[in-house]
């Protein structure tokens, strides 16, 4: 079965040194993908603020490994103007050689917003923001000069020099609302990542995907798909690793045994996903990680 | 710069009606009359008559007029057998004198397929099916007459077929192929097209949707300028307020959604819209026309936008 593994490292309770080394573990384990957040705030929702920023930690990254694609799921549209991310993902795009991923969304941790005084729009407001966002962001990437009128952001021949090393830095949009997520990622995103949910749902957005893509002429093959999913052995793991949000996670957990851990990779697969990418936090279980790399990546494999 | 009118029947409209807008088109100096290519209504709403079959439209309507080009944006692989295709398009282009242009697509919309006893295979088939029939039809087309064209595909298969009737324009009419595709249709575009359409596109995007297509073509020798880039977006113009939204509205659209990236508002604004998508490099802008029963509509547009933009090109 041909799937590509990541892990995505979660910024709360943890220190870059702890990432760091982390890192370089799951990179020898071979896995593909490692990704960090963007949120200030811890994303369990309990007004927790310990969160280590997220272009440094993509930047740390993206110094300290080699061979994996440093993703992001996702950086907020709400956040920062899109031209302040292009520069900096042009620039860390240099020091990944060409291994970047610029995952965008809409945002959601309303309490990190609500702090900052960063405005935190109705869902459609934010939805459009996102799509305003992603075309700024690659006109930044692929241009010499952009210019864009919108609701939102507003740029005048803007420049963002140098470009990235890849001709095409690739934009993955994070998210399922089925009628405006996936339609913006048909039009305009390389790749799309939704966490947390069962391979049957997830194999019924990839299609609500495939179907905009159609529609908009566009051969579905072109995007990647992904899902992040919980992974833990015990289901006092999971508790611990994902709080009181834990149940509302569960049905896109990889857990149980071996062998149901692969099955369910496998559904994933079946429908699609090319990434299935591991969302962990700190502590981080190292003892599971390399359970998982040493048990179910073969097997999936094979 | 020029404007197309292009049409969406399967919302409900009969031949009578698409005639109408055709031969005003024609009269006001439109480029061209061009339609969807669907059996069953896109969406919620009356069906009204129902659709009708794009390319009888196109080659009755052919007779009808003189000057303006017809064509489809686009018909999909799954209605018609290759061979058929060929032959009707040919058809059409003798009936019209070498005005017809062929938009040509995988297919999407699985509902009229069911409806109307269509075979509509996987995506992955269709737009194998696609590449396959963009191979038939214009080899079928540009085969020299005496010579016979063979084929054999994973979808599609011709043994020493005589390869007519000819159609008048040589080596074939247009072929337009649009989307929003970064590989697969761009691929396709710079082998085959004469045009690619982005649909829908906004403006600050339309330059970079257009790249794919560009490097495409320098991928494989192909000089980008000799691609025709253009652009399809809907139309509402009023003379008024009042008048604008009212036809925003009847066009099944959001007017201030519809004011933020389509041709919509006053002459004035559309014009100034039109420019822009000019300046991003569009050579011509399909109008998506919904309001088949508002002749002034129509006349609004051909009177108080096309010249000047016409005339400033």
Redesign the interface.
């Known amino acids: 079965m041909k799937v590509r593994f990541g892990v995505h490292t979660g910024l709360q309770h943890t220190s870059i040194d702890d990432l760091r080394s982390l890192w370089r573990r799951i990179e020898a384990l071979g896995f593909d993908w490692i990704s960090i957040w963007d949120h200030f705030y811890a994303a369990d929702a309990t007004g927790d603020p310990h969160s280590l920023e997220a272009i440094t930690a993509h930047t740390a990254l993206a110094a300290t490994t080699e061979r994996v694609t440093c993703g992001s799921l996702v950086y907020s549209a709400g956040y920062r103007h899109p031209a302040v991310l292009a520069n900096a993902m042009a620039t860390l795009d240099q020091v990944a050689h060409g291994r970047t991923v610029l995952g965008l969304g809409g945002g959601w941790l309303q309490d990190e917003y609500d702090a900052y005084g960063l405005h935190y729009g109705s869902p459609g407001e934010r939805l459009r923001m996102l799509e305003e966002y992603v075309?700024c962001v690659?006109?930044l990437l692929?241009?010499p000069r952009?210019?864009?009128?919108?609701?939102f952001f507003h740029l005048r021949d803007a420049q963002c020099e140098p470009k990235p090393e890849q001709a095409?830095l690739p934009i993955w949009i994070g998210g399922g609302g089925e009628k405006v997520t996936l339609r913006i990622a048909?039009?305009?995103a390389?790749g799309w990542n939704v966490p947390f949910i069962p391979p049957e749902v997830w194999a019924h957005k990839a299609d609500v995907l495939?179907?905009h893509?159609?529609?908009?002429?566009?051969?579905?093959?072109?995007i990647t798909k992904s899902v992040n999913v919980g992974m833990a052995f015990t289901e006092e793991e999971l508790r611990r690793q994902f709080g009181r949000m834990w149940k509302a996670v569960e049905p896109g957990v990889l857990s149980g045994s071996v062998a149901e851990m692969v099955d369910k990779v496998g559904a994933y697969v079946d429908a699609g996903a090319a990434y299935v990418i591991l969302a962990l936090r700190a502590p981080f279980d190292r003892d599971a990680l390399e359970r998982f790399a040493a048990e179910v990546m073969p097997a999936v494999r094979t | 710069m020029q404007l197309r009118i292009f049409t969406e029947p399967q919302q409900g409209a009969t031949y009578g009606q698409l005639l109408a807008v055709a031969q005003g088109a024609e009269r006001l100096g439109f480029d061209a009359f061009f339609r969807s290519d669907h059996y069953q209504r896109i969406g919620e709403g009356s069906p009204g008559p129902g659709s009708t079959d794009a390319w009888m439209t196109l080659a009755a309507i052919a007779r009808e007029t003189d000057r303006i080009r017809l064509g489809t944006l686009v018909t999909p692989v799954t209605f018609r057998f290759p061979g058929p295709l060929a032959i009707q398009v040919a058809q059409a282009d003798e009936m019209s004198g070498g005005r017809v242009e062929l938009g040509l697509g995988a297919g999407w919309y699985d509902g009229e397929h069911a409806a109307y006893a269509i075979p509509f295979p996987s995506t992955g088939d269709r737009f194998a099916m696609l590449e396959e029939q963009l191979e038939i039809v214009t080899g079928l087309w540009k085969t020299p007459i005496g010579e016979t064209y063979s084929f054999a595909g994973a979808h599609h298969s011709i043994v020493d077929s005589p390869a007519l009737p000819k159609p008048v324009q040589q080596p074939g009419p247009p072929i337009v192929i649009g989307g929003w595709g970064t590989k697969r249709t761009p691929r396709l575009a710079a082998r085959y097209a004469a045009e690619f359409n982005m649909p829908f596109a906004p403006v600050s995007y339309f330059r970079e949707g257009c790249d794919h297509v560009r490097a495409a073509c320098e991928a494989i020798g192909r000089d980008p300028a000799t691609m025709k880039f253009t652009v399809a977006t809907v139309v509402s113009v009023g003379t008024n307020e009042e008048e604008f939204r009212r036809r925003a509205v009847a066009s099944g659209q959001d007017p201030d959604q519809m004011r933020a990236g389509a041709a919509a508002g006053t002459p004035d604004e559309v014009v100034e819209r039109i420019r822009e998508f000019e300046r991003e490099g569009a050579e011509t802008v399909y109008l998506q026309y919904h309001t088949l029963d508002d002749p002034d509509h129509l006349e609004l547009i051909g009177t108080e936008v096309l010249p000047k933009i016409v005339a400033a090109s």
Do not use: I, K, N, V
């Not at chain 1, 893509?213 to 072109?222: F, N, Q």
């Open positions: 075309q690659r006109g692929t241009q952009t210019s864009f009128d919108g609701e095409r048909a039009q305009y390389d495939d179907a893509c159609e529609r908009l002429g566009r051969d579905p093959a072109e």
